[in-house]
């Protein structure tokens, strides 16, 4: 590899690296605007939306689309913020990979709620520029923020959908290993 081809790599990169963190930031932005007819640019036509906890499994766009209609429909007032991203490139050019960490603030079913979430993410390029391919969503936590400071110290931190379910992490803190993430170095 020349030097000069080395170069551009490395600023293609670089250019792709803030349009990927542009696409996370639309991503909330777009949930707290409740922007459907948005989710064409961030998500590929053929992408698939999953959760940890299995609750939602929805193929393609229009799946997607209906997912976030019923997702909308209970909710009030959001704000999701991005703790940041990180993200490794495949050897394809036109595939990444991505971890994203965030909160949200949200009134769902008439309850405020504090959110820590994480988003494990495949990302590809497509003639229209980066858009997320694949997404599984998982949870620290989903409580109501009055008894927060109290689920907190429980392992069934998921009270989403009126129930206790246990969080999607960590549910045990046992000094585990990285080793998940370590594939997004390279």
């Given amino acids: ?55 939602f499994a929805a193929n393609g766009l229009a799946e997607i689309e209906s997912t976030y209609e019923g997702r909308f429909a209970v909710l009030g007032p959001t704000f999701h913020f991005s703790h940041g991203v990180i993200v490794g490139f495949d050897d394809d050019p036109d595939l990444a990979h991505g971890v994203v960490a965030g909160h949200a603030e949200v009134v769902r079913n008439g309850t ?3 959110v820590a979430l994480r988003y494990e993410d495949v990302y590809r390029r497509t003639p229209q520029g980066w858009r997320i391919a694949d997404r599984v969503m998982s949870y620290m936590y ?42 997004f170095y390279r």
């Fill in 142 to 183: 989903y409580a109501p923020a009055e008894s927060y400071a109290a689920v907190m110290k429980q392992d069934n931190r998921n009270l989403c959908y009126g129930d206790e379910r246990p969080a999607d992490w960590p549910s045990a803190l046992t000094g585990g290993s990285l080793d998940w993430l370590r594939r």
């Fill in 112 to 114: 405020t709620m504090w």
């Fill in 1 to 55: 590899m020349t030097q000069s081809s080395d170069l551009e790599t490395r600023i293609r990169r670089l250019e792709d690296r803030r349009e990927i963190d542009d696409l996370v930031l639309l991503y909330f932005l777009a949930m707290d605007e409740r922007d459907l007819p948005g989710l064409p640019y961030i998500f590929a036509e053929d992408a698939h939306l999953g959760s940890a906890d299995g609750v």
